[in-house]
C-alpha cells in the first residue's frame, strides 16, 4: 500500500546523514554490481564531498526525520554550451520506500534548481544498461536516453562486471 507522499520532505543532504550516505553506497553496489565496498573508503569518499562542496552535494528524502533515499550531483564543464551539466550521481532509495516518489521528489528539486541557475545547461546521469527499472523511472522523471556511451578505466574498483570473467 502505498502512502500519501506529503510527508516526504527533500533537503541538501548534513554531515549528520554520513552514516546513511555510506550505508546507503555500501547497498547500491552490493544491489546494481554485485561489489563488496569497503565501508571505510566509502566513508572517507562521501565526507570528502561535505569537506569539499565543489565535489557535489547530496541530497535526501526523509519523512518523520529517517532518511529513506539520497543522490549526489556533481558538475561538468560544456565547453560547446559555456555552462555547466550537472550529473545525478549515487541514487538510492531504501527498498521499503520504492516506489513512493522519493526519487521523483529528488528529480524535481534537482530539476527546479539547475533551471533556476542560467549557468546549467542541463541535467545528465548515467544507469547501468541492465538496470531495466531504473530506466523507466528516469524516463518517466522526463529523462531522455541519448546516444553517447560511457567508458571508462576504473583504477580503484577495476573494470570486472558481475558475471564476467576476467581472464585473458
Not at 550537472?86 to 534537482?110: N, T
Not at 530539476?111 to 549557468?119: L, M, S
Not at 546516444?147 to 576504473?154: A, K, T
Request: net charge positive; glycine share 6%.
Amino acid at each position: 500500500m502505498n502512502r500519501p507522499q506529503a510527508s516526504l520532505n527533500v533537503r541538501p543532504a548534513q554531515v549528520s546523514d554520513l552514516a546513511d550516505l555510506v550505508r546507503f553506497q555500501c547497498a547500491m553496489a552490493e544491489e546494481t554490481e554485485g561489489r563488496s565496498l569497503d565501508p571505510e573508503v566509502a566513508r572517507k569518499g562521501v565526507a570528502a564531498v561535505f569537506e569539499d562542496p565543489a565535489k557535489g552535494q547530496y541530497f535526501v528524502v526523509e519523512e518523520n526525520g529517517r532518511v529513506l533515499a539520497s543522490l549526489m550531483v556533481t558538475r561538468e564543464w560544456s565547453d560547446w554550451r559555456n555552462a555547466w551539466f550537472w550529473w545525478i550521481q549515487s541514487v538510492y532509495v531504501q527498498p521499503q520506500a520504492r516506489r513512493r516518489g522519493c526519487y521523483r521528489r529528488l528529480h524535481q528539486e534537482v530539476r527546479r534548481q539547475a533551471r533556476q541557475d542560467p549557468q546549467v545547461c542541463g541535467i545528465r546521469l548515467y544507469v547501468d544498461r541492465q538496470n531495466q527499472s531504473a530506466q523507466e523511472v528516469y524516463r518517466k522523471a522526463g529523462m531522455d536516453a541519448c546516444d553517447y556511451r560511457l567508458y571508462e578505466e576504473d583504477y580503484a574498483l577495476g573494470t570486472h562486471r558481475r558475471g564476467e570473467s576476467t581472464a585473458s
